[in-house]
């Protein structure tokens, strides 16, 4: 109801007017151009923690237990995060992971702006997610099946694969590229602008920072 009384006072302004529907993570726009989207192909995040059949659980950079409980008698959960959240604590193993600005790499905003990431401090322990995938598919054997673990590696991969992703390395090594610049996507997809909003944060881990909390729109972090 809430929607559609947005969409009725928007079109009475007799101006164009986009709607951006936001989400809780700075890169979940990426995450589902990867295809990484509990559900398709596989388990919901409510179906993967009420199940009892799940030798292992794998969390990386989510706190799905801070809303939620696990099933009882899980065998065994693993955490990469940047804090102790609530899944953290209840992790067999907790792998420190690096933040943005720690590691290189690209994060996609929900307008569809492609953002290079590079690494600007590296912290002893720490470590990016990819080099965290990386040494344990060594360990297991399987690390000529994943092939290099170079971001820049990874970032070729994406820009041949995946669609709306063949932008210039060249270009977004000086500033962030929306995919509204790029040719016309092949799936029909219609390009997105940047609606250059102010603070948006499910507070997962804006609750850590002091500045966050500083500013008019904190309200909300939690």
């Known amino acids: 109801m809430g929607v559609r009384r ?20 700075s890169n979940s726009r ?24 799940l030798d292992v659980l794998w969390v990386v950079g989510a706190n799905p237990l801070s809303r939620a409980k696990l099933a009882a008698g899980k065998a065994f959960v693993v955490v990469q995060d940047l804090f102790l959240t609530e899944t953290a604590a209840r992790a067999d193993v907790v792998f420190p992971a690096a933040c943005a600005y720690e590691k290189s790499g690209t994060v996609t905003n929900t307008c569809g702006e492609v953002q290079r990431l590079k690494q600007a401090v590296q912290y002893m322990g720490a470590k990016p997610d990819l080099e965290i995938i990386g040494l344990l598919a060594k360990e297991m054997g399987a690390a000529p099946v994943m092939g290099p673990w170079l971001p820049d590696t990874v970032f070729e991969s994406i820009r041949k694969n995946a669609a709306g992703y063949d932008v210039s390395p060249a270009l977004l090594a000086m500033r962030a590229v929306s995919l509204a610049q790029v040719p016309a996507i092949s799936d029909g997809r219609s390009p997105v602008g940047s609606a250059h909003n102010t603070l948006f944060t499910s507070g997962t881990l804006g609750r850590y920072s002091k500045m966050l909390h500083a500013v008019l729109e904190s309200r909300g972090l939690h």
């Open 6 to 25: 947005l969409v009725e006072f928007g079109s009475s302004l007799g101006i164009p007017v986009k709607y951006v529907p936001l989400v809780d993570y």
């Open 30 to 53: 990426g995450a589902v151009d990867m295809g990484l989207v509990p559900g398709e192909g596989g388990m919901t995040i409510p179906e993967m923690l009420a199940a009892e059949n």
